[in-house]
């Protein structure tokens, strides 16, 4: 059974899906035209700046980075694809802890229409236990049991064919206080 939470359009809303920020490496030697008594930068040659991802009428939400002045386009470009990911979480009975590492590409392998479909994701991170097999004392042996959070793109062909297939977006989770009597 898997769980998948969409949560990608708050992100997308509030954090942009564009990002701003001026190359470090124009910096010093940035072009500029001089004349009239102004001197005028030029934006292309001295920003840098993108979209990822289309959001409802196509006017994109671009905000300045963090960092403002970087040449890092590939952090930058990291930050905006995980604003457009839905998490999948799924759960692996009797797993190997030790070989899910954060950041490896996973595939979701399930069934529709008597086919078996695959959906590309990366793995985000892992909760891992060990269980008795068996009831009471007379369980003699242990079993992994991980839940995995994979990020996949909300955009994918396959993440809709998936959504069609009876995959459902669940609400975020709600987080209560514990109640003691």
Request: net charge neutral; hydrophobic share 40%.
């Amino acid at each position: 059974m898997a769980k998948v939470v969409d949560d990608t359009l708050d992100k997308l809303n509030t954090e942009g899906n564009g990002v701003r920020f001026q190359m470090a490496s124009q910096v010093l030697n940035a072009p500029v035209q001089v004349g009239n008594n102004k001197m005028v930068a030029s934006r292309s040659k001295n920003n840098s700046e993108f979209a990822t991802t289309v959001v409802g009428d196509g006017s994109n939400l671009m905000r300045v980075a963090k960092t403002k002045v970087t040449d890092n386009v590939y952090l930058e470009a990291s930050k905006m694809a995980k604003r457009g990911c839905a998490s999948v979480i799924v759960t692996w009975l009797r797993s190997d802890p030790s070989k899910i590492i954060p950041g490896m590409p996973t595939e979701i392998i399930y069934e529709y229409n008597n086919e078996i479909q695959t959906l590309p994701g990366v793995v985000r991170h892992q909760i891992s236990s060990l269980e008795v097999e068996g009831t009471g004392m007379v369980g003699d042996r242990a079993r992994a049991k991980s839940s995995l959070v994979i990020a996949v793109d909300r955009s994918s062909p396959e993440f809709q064919k998936y959504l069609q297939a009876g995959g459902e977006v669940s609400a975020l989770p709600e987080i209560s206080t514990i109640q003691v009597n």
